[in-house]
């Protein structure tokens, strides 16, 4: 099984998104609100941040999800899934977030991110 391969792939993703989210809101200035990109390399950090800046940045983004901050404390998401339940569970977890992370990202992005988690969810299903 490839679990740890895909949930490296996922956190990547997760990243960059965040990343994305962070200098789109906040531009040249986020390093004066206190935001590292260098100390954001876990999904745990990702999280986090997520809560950290709920109020100012996130609300706007998650605003058609089921996402709270206080759902994130949940470890089962913040580490490597060892079981194909754990995986399929970890996808749609972090699926749900990346969706709203990409909220006012353009079509063409996306839909590349569909295809990302379509492919995620064929891969978890065919995991034995």
Request: proline content about 2%; charged content about 30%; aromatic content about 14%.
């Amino acid at each position: 099984m490839h679990l740890i391969l895909y949930s490296s792939e996922i956190q990547k993703v997760v990243l960059e998104a965040l990343d994305a989210v962070m200098y789109a809101e906040y531009e040249d200035d986020v390093e004066l609100i206190g935001y590292d990109k260098g100390k954001v390399l876990t999904l745990g950090d990702a999280l986090k941040v997520i809560s950290q800046y709920w109020i100012s940045v996130f609300t706007e983004y998650f605003k058609k999800s089921s996402f709270k901050p206080s759902k994130g404390n949940d470890n089962r998401y913040k580490y490597k899934p060892l079981t194909k339940e754990e995986l399929e569970d970890f996808i749609r977890y972090w699926s749900g977030i990346l969706t709203a992370l990409y909220v006012k990202r353009d079509e063409v992005q996306n839909s590349a991110l569909d295809k990302i988690i379509e492919r995620w969810e064929c891969i978890a299903s065919a995991a034995r």
